[in-house]
Structure formats: C-alpha cells, structure tokens
C-alpha cells in the first residue's frame, strides 16, 4: 500500500510479447486494461520479445462515488 493505493508488481522471465498500440490492443491485455480502469486505477505492462513481463497495477483504496 503507498499513499492509499494498493500496487501490484508482477514480473516474468518469460518470452516477452511486443506490446501494440492502445487502439489496437485485443484480448488479455485489454481485458486486464478495461479492469483496472473500472476501478479508477492504472495499469503498467513493459514488455519486449525474449526479455519477459513487468505489470504494474495500481487502485486506489478509496473510490470516488459520483453525486446523485
């Protein structure tokens, strides 16, 4: 937990993907975008063919509601 936020680091040495575009992102990556962003968080993913994966995910503890 840093400053109200949970982070989550995950880091393979896998065999790495090229990372696409935002636009043109399909599938796991985008699924796991999509996910984090509804909980008004962000999402990390550094990435290249044979050197593995680094994701990085944080949310915040506290949500902010909207007004009714």
Known sequence: VINGSLEIEITDN????????????????QAAELHVKSLDGSITIDSMPGRGTTTIVEVPLKRKLPLS
């Open 14 to 29: 896998g065999k790495g993907f090229e990372l696409q575009p935002a636009s043109q992102r399909k599938g796991g990556v």
